[in-house]
């Protein structure tokens, strides 16, 4: 299959809307990372999504909508605080769970008899769901388990081939998945999957619960709320380590690491040997979330086999970063000041 790739503007919309319409598939920009669109209705369509990706059929899709009448037509219910917190965070990185209605396809909610839905804020998409008419299930564009893409350029190394049409909107401005919650009672949430949209920010609204599967390992037998957190994911194919630590032991314990090609992701203040190799990250969280994907893939492309990422401070967005980083190295963080120690002997 030949992959289209155009800019996001007036010239593409008829013909991506037309493409979608007709139970096609294409790559749209949104202001978290770039999402893979499909018809959330059409049940043909939404396979294909499943298919390019090679996503788990039990991972449920994320419904984008552009209007709250759309919510409504997906929403079996809709009670008061998700109203206030559409009002406070939509258009924005924030899904929210509902029941859904009968005619809401079983598999584009893997299975459950929930949907997740959100309203993004891209100019571009927005305008592209309002002139579908219809909400776009659309899970993030990359290969299921590797970085999700954060640009046009990640979209067509993954599904060059795979898909009829890539548009490009520029560089995700956020960099990490939007926050997912459910509600518990009428004055709660629980984040299953932390983003943009802070604990901080919420805790205006409501109380907040965080899941412990956001920074946990979910056990074999552990009940997932959603299906997407038991995955392993977010990884490139060199092997990815948080380190802990002060810019000086984290120096000396790259010194001791006797591999080829390392990569690094630090911020910026440690001493580092010349067999490192420095990826874009960040002094700080927002930074730290718009790099790490990129960072990741790069460090890919340079041929890195280890790939060794500093522990970010989880205040924030820092939250996302870290949980997202976590799934990456398979959950290894080593703690460099445990000198004498094998600090790489911990799970
Ligand atoms: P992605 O499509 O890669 O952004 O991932 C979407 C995330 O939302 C995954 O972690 C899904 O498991 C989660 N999700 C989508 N729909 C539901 C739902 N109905 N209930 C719980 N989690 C959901
Ligand atoms: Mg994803």
């Not at 770039?34 to 294909?48: E, F, I, K, T, W």
């Not at 299906?227 to 802990?244: L, Q």
């Not at 630090?266 to 490192?276: A, C, M, N, R, T």
């Amino acid at each position: 299959m030949e992959t289209k790739l155009a800019m996001a503007g007036d010239e593409i919309i008829e013909e991506a809307a037309g493409l979608l319409k007709s139970g096609g598939i294409a790559a749209v920009p949104t202001e978290t990372v770039y999402g893979l669109a499909a018809n959330a209705y059409d049940v043909n369509a939404v396979r294909s999504v499943f298919r390019a990706k090679g996503r788990p059929q039990d991972n449920p899709l994320i419904l984008h909508i552009s209007s709250i009448e759309m919510l409504y037509d997906i929403a079996e219910s809709v009670n008061p605080l998700a109203l206030t917190l559409a009002e406070a965070f939509w258009p924005g990185p924030l899904t929210m769970i509902f029941p859904r209605k009968a005619h809401v396809p079983a598999e584009t909610c893997g299975g459950l008899d929930t949907a997740a839905v959100r309203m993004p804020r891209n100019r571009f998409t927005l305008a592209l769901i309002e002139r579908c008419g219809f909400p776009l299930a659309a899970p993030s564009a990359n290969t299921s388990g590797l970085p999700s893409p954060t640009s046009a350029k990640h979209v067509y190394e993954d599904m060059n081939g795979k898909i009829p049409l890539i548009i490009d909107g520029g560089e995700c401005r956020y960099g990490v998945e939007s926050t997912v919650v459910c509600f518990e009672g009428e004055d709660a949430v629980r984040i299953l999957r932390p983003g943009a949209v802070t604990p901080e920010m919420l805790r205006e609204y409501c109380h907040v619960v965080i899941d412990s599967g956001v920074l946990e390992k979910l056990g074999a037998d552990a009940k997932v709320i959603s299906p997407g957190m038991k995955y392993k994911h977010y990884s490139p194919n060199a092997e990815v380590y948080i380190v802990k630590g002060t810019d000086s032991d984290i120096s000396a314990f790259l010194k001791s690491v006797s591999v080829n090609k390392i990569g690094f992701l630090g911020f910026g203040s440690e001493i580092l040997p010349d067999s490192v190799t420095v990826f874009p990250y960040g002094k700080n969280a927002e930074e730290q979330a718009e790099n790490l994907f990129s960072s990741l893939r790069e460090a890919d492309a340079a041929g890195c086999t280890e790939v060794y990422v500093r522990m970010p401070d989880t205040a924030g967005i820092g939250l996302a970063v870290y949980n997202r980083l976590l799934r990456s190295a398979g959950f290894r963080v080593i703690d460099t000041c445990r000198q004498g120690e094998d600090a790489r002997a911990l799970p």
